[in-house]
């Protein structure tokens, strides 16, 4: 766990994380407060990324459940492994069959067997999804529900209890409760409003693209081989850029490209034909591109 | 870390009076966020205003749209400044220095306790109407002339006598005592008063501003409101997605399908183990959007597109024209820019007259000529305009075609009703064909309707 807020920055750090005071301070109280966190904030901000490094930070195990419409309990829980079941009927067939042997009438075989039941749906025959993997894990685990906002308002609900007591309630097993609690982050791209009880069982953290002095130091991390000039500018030129008014804006992501790029170009400075030659590795829009081209002497230094 | 004399029960009062601002601006924070906020800031220090106000903000705030709010309501409270040296609760611990300055008065610990604790609860006790219509002066005249108040005994109740007397007798006053001692309670009481009654009303004050701009007639907004509300309209709309979006979820599933689940429970010979349920269809009408953007309503059409362009999720299509006297489709203007860009090249353009004035007849016959592609009979037709025509052919025809093509014809109007069917106004023509012609005056007159368009 970490110890401070400013060990968390420093920590994630090491992991090639850049991340606010903000973000930082919630990561740490969720961890001090057993609580998960549901993470919102634009496209490639890095939120997934959060989750991953946090986890290789603290040599936590990773389990990433990404969620679609129509994810349901058998991939996100458990499943009876059905082939296993029937595999095993199979080989127990004469075991079965002699113990019957003495049941007159169908009904009694019938309830014979149904108190053997339990042995067909022990944990030999469970197969654990993401969250009771995480459950069950003896083993400190991040589980990371990527993208709850493409699943339905359902699962949702059933995710309800798990993230207050870190239990599941399985009929023919009973209740687990988990040894370690794992430690929870949930991510949104708010496609869809989450309900107010799942809000309440989690800190929330809105991440918004960084600072200029952030996303300088992320490029700086990520891209060594660009000079520190050309970061400046190219970070400074990115901001501008947002400011318009885009169809998409450039994420963390496509910064980190265009830095590349323009590594490998050997450019030391962002001159404003280059920059117009390589928008198209940070904007996806034609239109966006005219834009920014139409604005090219408030965007770009040179 | 903070200083010893404000004690811990001071403090949490603190956080209860800024929750009850946050709620007061119109931010939700239940019991289980509250109690989080406690339990959280046990794990920090106040002395880093980051830390400080991420830990207020991650356990309360649970709606990024109420984010602004919320940063607004901590600058208002905690104060603007960085992290103050040693604390960061700025206005507790000014006011506890303040209150110290009158251990010079010869109060006691005690007595200073018991004072911090009678204004409190004097404050606590007074009606909104007090806070905005008395003065600061006003409101210290009451609190001395509170009979609980008044029948301190000792020091305190000396000193507050004093300062009553001294009142009521002018500044002059006789009553024989060191005049600066009195001046000085006065002023360290006015200032406790004026910063309490400050701090109480900064959520009402964002709230009512927020009502006062989306209840204002949207032709008498100036035009640094409508800056304002160009911000509001984008939060509020949010808000109004999120919640009509929550609502069809919970709709999305109808009664029980008998067939189905008879069918699907032959196997266990017909005993219904597993029920089914209808899919209802989530209804996600098509919208057509017709704008007059002519001088009398184009600020309305503003807000309308706005809107409706925030809201665009919700719909399975939609699709909007501007007309003066010339019908023209600005659909794709919003597909390449965010709205309010759109917006100013719309109304930059010049394309949308033809001769002079508004001319509805004209327009709706050039919409059935060159858009009839786009009227289905799931399609809802919403007209904004206040039927203006100067004195020109109605085009009655097209327009009882389009009403006939769709499912829904709205007219929202912006012009008074009584003034509906004055001068060159042809507002009854219209609205016998139309499944409802309103009046809308405000934003949230305009909100209203959309919200509507869901239920029904
Ligand atoms: N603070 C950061 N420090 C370092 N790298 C970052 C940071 N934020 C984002 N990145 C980089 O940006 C990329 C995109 O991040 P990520 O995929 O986590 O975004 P996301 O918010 O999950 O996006 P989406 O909503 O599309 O899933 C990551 O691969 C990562 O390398
Ligand atoms: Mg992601």
Same mark, same amino acid.
């Given at each position: ?302 | ?21 946050? %709620? ?19 794990? +920090? ?5 980051? +830390? ?45 220095? =303040? ?110 501003? =927020? ?27 949010? %808000? ?37 349920? %209808? ?56 597909? =390449? ?45 919403? +007209? ?16 009882? %075609?389009?009403? =006939? ?52």
């Amino acid at each position: 766990m970490f110890q401070s807020v400013d060990q968390a920055i420093a920590s994630l750090e090491k992991e090639k994380y850049i991340c606010s005071k903000e973000i930082a301070t919630t990561v740490y109280l969720a961890m001090k407060m057993e609580k998960p966190i549901l993470v919102e904030g634009p496209a490639g901000v890095g939120k997934t990324e959060l989750g991953k490094v946090i986890a290789s930070s603290l040599g936590m195990d990773l389990l990433r459940l990404q969620c679609y419409e129509g994810l349901d309990e058998a991939k996100a829980l458990y499943e009876w492994e059905y082939a296993k079941q029937l595999l095993y009927t199979q080989i127990l067939k004469d075991m079965l069959g002699s113990m019957l042997s003495n049941e007159k009438t169908l009904a009694d075989a019938v309830k014979k067997l149904s108190g053997e039941e339990d042995v067909f749906f022990s944990d030999k025959f469970l197969l654990p999804r993401p969250i009771l993997m995480s459950i069950m894990s003896k083993k400190p685990t991040l589980l990371l529900i990527d993208e709850i906002d493409k699943s339905d308002s359902e699962f949702e609900a059933f995710l309800l209890e798990f993230l207050s007591d870190f239990q599941v309630s399985i009929p023919e097993i009973g209740t687990v409760r988990a040894a370690i609690k794992p430690f929870v982050l949930l991510t949104s791209n708010n496609a869809r409003e989450m309900s107010d009880a799942l809000k309440r069982r989690c800190l929330h953290l809105y991440i918004d693209y960084p600072s200029q002095e952030l996303e300088e130091k992320i490029v700086t991390l990520k891209v060594p081989e660009c000079s520190s000039h050309l970061v400046r500018e190219l970070v400074k030129s990115v901001h501008a850029i947002r400011a318009l008014q885009l169809k998409k804006e450039p994420s963390i992501s496509e910064t980190l490209d265009w830095a590349k790029a323009l590594a490998i170009l050997g450019r030391d400075v962002l001159d404003a034909e280059t920059a117009m030659d390589t928008l198209n590795l940070i904007l996806k829009y034609e239109k966006d591109i005219e834009l920014v081209k139409k604005n090219a002497g408030k965007v770009f230094v040179h | 870390m903070i200083s010893a004399y404000v004690s811990h029960k001071k403090i949490n009062k603190k956080f209860y009076d800024f929750i009850d601002i946050l %709620k007061d601006a119109g931010v939700p924070v239940s019991t289980a966020e509250t109690l989080d906020l406690f339990t959280a800031l046990g794990h +920090v220090g106040f002395d880093d205003r980051h +830390v400080f106000r991420q830990t207020l903000r991650t356990s309360l705030v649970k709606d990024y749209t109420d984010i602004p709010v919320f940063d607004r309501c901590f600058d208002a409270f905690f104060g603007k400044k960085g992290p103050a040296k040693g604390s960061d609760l700025p206005s507790a611990v000014a006011g506890a220095m =303040e209150m110290e300055s009158l251990r010079d008065e010869g109060l006691s610990e005690q007595d200073l306790d018991s004072l911090t604790a009678l204004l409190d609860d004097f404050i606590e006790s007074l009606d909104d109407a007090i806070f905005f219509e008395r003065t600061y002066q006003e409101i210290l005249t009451l609190f001395l002339e509170d009979p609980v108040v008044a029948s301190s005994s000792g020091a305190l109740g000396m000193i507050i006598f004093n300062t009553r007397s001294r009142g009521q007798h002018g500044p002059m006053g006789d009553s024989g005592q060191r005049p600066d001692e009195t001046i000085n309670l006065n002023q360290v009481m006015l200032r406790q008063i004026s910063r309490r009654v400050d701090e109480r009303k900064i959520g009402t004050q964002i709230k009512d501003r =927020e009502q006062y701009l989306l209840n204002k007639f949207i032709y008498q907004l100036k035009p640094d409101e409508v800056k304002e509300m160009k911000e509001l309209v984008r939060r509020f709309g949010q %808000k109004l997605k999120n919640r009509i979006s929550l609502r069809k979820k919970r709709v999305k599933h109808g009664g029980i399908d008998v067939k189905r689940t008879i069918r699907k429970n032959l196997q266990f010979g017909g005993t219904p183990f597993k029920i089914y349920h %209808k899919d209802r269809k989530i209804d996600r009408p098509q919208l057509v959007v017709l704008c007059d953007i002519s001088g009398s309503v184009n600020q309305y059409s503003r807000f309308m597109l706005l809107l409706t362009y925030t809201l665009q999720s919700l719909f399975s299509k939609v699709r909007t024209f501007a007309f003066i006297s010339n019908m023209v489709e600005i659909t794709p203007l919003f597909m =390449e820019m965010n709205p309010d860009t759109a917006l100013n090249s719309i109304f930059g353009d010049t394309d949308f007259t033809y001769g002079w004035g508004s001319n509805y007849g004209r327009c709706f016959n050039m919409f059935v000529r060159e858009y009839s592609d786009s009227l289905t009979s799931k399609t809802t037709v919403l +007209v904004l305009g206040d039927a203006r025509n100067n004195n020109q052919d109605p085009g009655l025809e097209s327009f009882i %075609k389009i009403t =006939e093509r769709t499912r829904n014809v709205f007219w929202l109007n912006p012009e008074k009703r009584h003034l509906w069917d004055w001068n060159d106004s042809i507002a009854s023509i219209y609205r016998e064909q139309c499944t409802e012609m309103r009046e809308v005056n405000s934003f949230i007159d305009l909100s209203e309707f959309i919200d509507k368009l869901f239920t029904r």
